[in-house]
């Protein structure tokens, strides 16, 4: 495969106006909260979905997670690649009506077979929004407004995590869980065609400066092998994974935890647990961004320091929301979504940073990659595993029990953010060669 040439950017070439970028920053945000609301509504549905269908707990941690986690596997690699060189526009497009046809096949579901396709069909629309959408953002936006724009980009998230749970949870008390899942797919279908008629799409590369390239793209082993080695990747990847499945683990499986435990009912859990979601991963969101920006300009280390403080004080909150009193249950919930916030935009940050503008939505499909297999696929499928294996002992408390378990992963997610760590401020300054310092040559 011949290599890259690369050309300088054309005199005249200039970045989108800011109002464009604000728009589009807008749309974006609002088709992350659809899917992100799609993907947390059926955690509110637990209950009346198992007792109708007749699953066991790990089956519903398959059908509400699992599924989406392994089609997500699979779809994303190549959605991703195909995202560095065709219309990350027309990508993210599809990507929402895929996931909000599926929804509807979800409430259509008269079978866990069915509902499994269903779920299956929004991992594979999921899969297809979170490399493009991301490298497209940071095409858009310099690196020192990046994780900024990247918070405001995740705010989408939180909105969808509190709109998917309050929402639904008086939704399914009202008009029952079927209906609820296809009025879920009525924003999709809006956004996808705002997104395909008046979004545009933008050199890859264009807000640092980078070259424009020319000639093929190289494979995908190669792009893999060149993403690994960087020496802070592989420890940062995996660290963000085990928060990932801290987090999910938790969040999945709250308004079941409250019911069991507590005697909360659904949807009241829902209620409280998408405001509690929502105004503490805001603002976590929010800050997280502006606040690694700013510490990163006196030492970059923070970007990656951010993810590691997370990860300790989430193991801590985690033991008090499964020791404590009901009624402090969802602050601390918020609390743990406001401290983890604080982390995402910077980890997009880094590995948007530290990796060639030209394979930026291949490297941010393999963070996504390792995040669905070990946190959100993994951390909601591990809980009810071990909960139905802990049920003869501990009966109905059993889910407790599975969910104090799974704290035991941050202990290592936190050393492996600090190996990652003492590796970011050389792989950072080696990054500037990715922006036009470096010169690979075309063959002659």
């Not at 909260?33 to 109708?52: N, T």
């Not at 929004?129 to 939180?158: C, E, V």
């Not at 105004?279 to 923070?302: C, E, K, N, Q, Y």
């Amino acid at each position: 495969m011949a290599d890259i040439e690369l050309r300088p950017p054309a005199p005249t070439e200039a970045l989108p106006s800011m109002a464009y970028r604000s728009w589009f920053l807008f749309i974006m945000v609002l088709v992350s909260a659809s899917v992100q609301g799609e993907r947390y509504l059926m955690v509110v549905m637990v209950e009346p979905i198992r007792r109708e269908l007749g699953l066991s707990d790990a089956a519903m941690g398959m059908v509400k997670d699992m599924i989406i986690a392994i089609v997500y596997i699979l779809a994303i690699i190549p959605v991703a690649r195909l995202a560095d060189r065709w219309s990350k526009r027309k990508i993210v497009a599809i990507a929402a009506t895929v996931w909000s046809a599926a929804i509807i096949l979800c409430g259509l579901a008269k079978s866990f077979w069915v509902l499994l396709i269903g779920r299956a069909g929004i991992g594979l629309g999921e899969g297809g929004f979170t490399p493009p959408s991301q490298a497209w953002i940071a095409d858009l936006f310099p690196i020192r407004q990046r994780a900024t724009a990247l918070s405001i980009f995740l705010l989408g998230a939180s909105l969808g995590t509190f709109l998917g749970p309050a929402v639904g949870g008086w939704a399914v008390q009202e008009y029952g869980w079927r209906n609820t899942l296809i009025f879920a797919s009525i924003p999709g279908f809006i956004l996808a065609p705002i997104v395909w008629f008046t979004l545009r799409d933008t050199r890859a590369g264009l807000a640092d400066g980078a070259p424009v390239e020319t000639g093929a793209t190289p494979s995908f082993l190669k792009t893999a092998r060149e993403l690994m080695a960087i020496r802070t990747l592989p420890p940062l990847i995996l660290a963000a994974s085990l928060n990932a499945l801290l987090t999910m683990g938790f969040i999945s499986w709250a308004p079941a935890f409250m019911e069991r435990t507590h005697g909360m009912p659904a949807n009241e859990a829902g209620l409280q647990m998408g405001g509690a979601l929502f105004f503490g991963s805001a603002i976590g969101h929010t800050v997280g961004g502006p606040l690694a920006d700013f510490l990163g300009r006196r030492d970059m280390r923070w970007y990656v320091w951010m993810l590691m403080i997370s990860g300790a004080l989430a193991t801590g909150i985690g033991w008090m929301i499964l020791t404590g009193s009901a009624d402090r249950v969802f602050p601390l919930y918020g609390l743990n979504m406001l401290i983890g916030g604080l982390s995402a935009a910077p980890l997009m940050a880094v590995v948007a940073g530290l990796v060639p503008s030209r394979s930026r939505a291949t490297a941010i499909a393999v963070l996504m990659v390792s995040i669905q297999v070990i946190g959100l696929g993994g951390g909601p499928v591990l809980v009810g595993w071990l909960s139905d294996m802990l049920r003869p002992i501990y009966g109905e408390d059993s889910l407790g029990m599975a969910m104090r378990w799974a704290l035991l992963v941050g202990i290592p997610s936190t050393f492996l953010a600090w190996i990652a760590s003492r590796s970011c401020r050389t792989d950072f300054a080696a990054a500037g060669g990715w922006n036009g310092a470096a010169i690979i040559h075309a063959p002659h």
